[in-house]
């Protein structure tokens, strides 16, 4: 049987997602609570990230059209991932600077975890510019977010 390209990339966002949630463990010494792996699997990152991304100590530009497997690579890495530069201005490559970002997944989790939000409780995230924390909590139970 052939997997046809949905199906396909679909699998290796599974492999990817399966590799980031390994790497999440370990980072936090643990297996992560059940409910907040649910949300991990369930609220893709790739779905909040922008179509072009900066990554590395240089900023280099990645864009999803012009090379989605290494995008996508980028997307499931425990490694920040800068979403915009410069406030959205143009410039040259050497001059830019990060100026918003998603943050390592492990990073997030952590924070998550360390939060001990439970179902029923409110959370206010007024930084989470990529609205995938906010998305997790809710995943993870009952939670409602502002």
Not at 122 to 140: H, N
Request: hydrophobic share 40%.
């Amino acid at each position: 049987m052939e997997l046809n390209a949905e199906d396909e990339r679909t699998a290796i966002v599974s492999a990817l997602c399966a590799g980031l949630l390994g790497s999440v463990n370990e980072s936090l010494g643990a297996p992560m609570a059940p409910a907040w792996e649910a949300a991990f699997r369930g609220v893709p990152r790739h779905a909040f990230l922008p179509g072009t991304v900066w990554v590395g100590d240089e900023l280099a530009e990645c864009s999803r059209e012009a090379a989605p497997a290494e995008w996508l690579g980028h997307a499931y890495a425990d490694t920040a991932v800068v979403t915009q530069v410069n406030d959205g201005d143009t410039v040259a490559p050497g001059e830019r600077w990060a100026s918003c970002s998603a943050s390592a997944p492990s990073i997030v989790f952590r924070m998550l975890d360390l939060l001990d939000v439970r179902a029923g409780h409110r959370v206010l995230d007024p930084r989470d510019s990529s609205r995938r924390t906010r998305r997790s909590c809710c995943c993870a139970g009952s939670v409602r977010t502002c």
